[in-house]
């Protein structure tokens, strides 16, 4: 841990405080977002696993891009029923609907159309941002829109964060972990040889429809933390790191939900220590470091592993 | 399941759909139609297999041989018919049924070892959550040693050979303890050694009692492997023993009269069709 912060050489100030802030000492709240963060980024590291084996990653990209009118949608409908319009889990239950429904148009454009998957994302993904980046200026000029800070969703954003709001994450993130471990048999099953799952009695649709809900739930629960923009990269980032490193599932499932985790901790850690930071990059940023070491570092299939192989198979093949 | 050798065996037209309602046959079809968009693929099929024989699945390219494989595993949905499993709907029977696809669909960069591939026939024993014993592995290692694998368990599936990858395949279909083995072309670019040591642990199978049906390719081999054949082009054609089905006149009905060898020294019909 110390060494990934050392590298971004923050101030003396910021130094202490980001000590501070990694052995949690910022206080209950400060506390409470980081570990929702860690949660959050070990479910997506386990989450991401099945989607990049299945090879729906951009699916995930279309729908959290998707939830966007959702989000927008469900302030206005609280202002006008008289509420708060930034109560959490209502906007989290619009972004969930438009993103269930978003998941359902590139699945009915791609079986009903001769679209391919590729071109239906594509489609889904813009159509559905551009008409939540149009509500998102429509409620900046109600009156209760002015400070609504709906635009965090885009890039994520820990700072205000409330007490009930973390703990909604960190229990929702810890949920998702534990149902991810709990199907993940069925899942390997039917990512690696579908025809042999459904001969085997088991539902593949279902399974399938199971991943993408649990990527789903990852998406709506990380709008908070990490955005709607950049949590596809949490999702994808720690699985491929980890792939660098192990041949098995279960190793895969564990290193990925620990490369996530420590990206949400390590992000939102540092967030805590510059507010003006935007906490979804940051975390970005931490897994793809993490990926890039796991890139050149990883036995066997890592990049200088690889060369190192290279040249020792080359070297008595020259004698020849 | 012991064989019922009092039935008579009509040779043509495929045995009708009511004599594959007993508890001794391990897979009857009655009447099954698949149609991928407006040609069906498979039509109005009935065929009854025969318990402890080794069957294989033989016609020309596009006649629905696969098809009719996942559609009685439920894999494709048919339009129509019914399959039934020693006499019980197919959902009930599962787990005494093993399937080898082809391995066309698989891919190769997956994280999975050839003992993890093996561990997955074990699905219905380890379930969700329980834990994957030493006896497990034992076991898996076993099934890997039948088809002389044991000492690859640890490589990653992409690093083995095509031949390796279908022998992990055929003992995954081991470790699920199955009474009825369907396997898609299992010979299909396997290399010699390999195609051997399949059809050892497929005859080793129907020895102890096992069912085998195959699709398979090569007519040459046909009498050498097989007790029974299956010929169909779209439609049944005839079901029965090697002796008598693999004839000439069946032949060319599944064949469209093309077949210009006798089948007996048919070594080259596999490249002309």
Known sequence: MAGVWRKTRPGQRGRAMLTDALLLQLGYNATLVTLGAALLGAAAGVTGVFLVLGKRALVSDAVSHATLPGIGLAFIAMVMAGGDGRALPGLLLGAAAAAGLGLLCVSWLTRRTRLGEDAAIGAVLSVFFGAGVVLLTVIQTMSAGRQAGLETFLLGSTAGMLRSDALVIALAGALVLALVLALRRPMTLAAFDPDFAVARGLNVRRIDLAAMGLAMAITVIGLKIVGLILIVALLIIPPVAARFWSDRVDHVLALSGLLGGISGYGGAALSATAPGLPTGPLIVLLSFALFALSLLAAPRRGVLATLLRRRRAVAPGAGR | ?273
Not at chain 2, 177 to 197: I, Q, S, W
Request: charged share 20%; with cysteine; proline share 6%.
């Open chain 2, 1 to 273: 399941m012991k064989h019922d050798s009092t039935r008579p065996e009509p040779v043509r037209p495929a045995i009708p759909a009511t004599a594959g309602d007993a508890p001794s046959v391990p897979l009857a079809i009655s009447g099954l139609t698949v149609s991928y968009g407006d040609m069906p693929a498979v039509n109005d099929v009935s065929v009854a297999f025969r318990s402890g024989a080794m069957t294989a699945i033989i016609g020309p390219n596009g006649a629905g041989k696969s098809t009719l494989l996942k559609s009685a595993l439920g894999i494709v949905t048919p339009l129509s018919g019914q399959v039934t499993c020693w006499g019980r709907p197919l959902a009930r029977q599962r787990h005494r049924i093993a399937y080898v696809p082809q391995r066309a669909a698989i891919d190769w960069e997956f994280p999975a070892r050839a003992l993890d591939v093996v561990l997955m026939g074990m699905y219905r024993e380890l379930g969700l959550l329980r834990r994957v014993r030493a006896s497990h592995l034992a076991r898996a290692m076993s099934c890997l040693a039948r088809v002389g694998m044991e000492d690859f368990a640890d490589r990653q599936i992409g690093r083995l050979s095509g031949g390796q990858q279908q022998r992990v395949f055929l003992a995954r279909a081991l470790a699920q303890g199955a009474d009825l083995y369907m396997l898609d072309e299992p010979f299909a670019g396997v290399d010699a050694a390999t195609e051997r040591a399949i059809i050892a642990v497929l005859k080793e199978i129907v020895a102890e009692g096992g069912t085998v049906i195959a699709v398979h390719h090569d007519l040459a081999t046909v009498p050498g492997y097989f007790d029974r054949v299956f010929l169909m082009n779209v439609h049944a054609i005839a079901e029965g023993p090697v002796a008598t089905a693999f004839s000439r006149e069946n032949l060319d009905l599944a064949y469209g009269g093309r077949l210009a060898q006798d089948p007996a020294g048919a070594a080259g019909a596999r490249d002309a069709y």
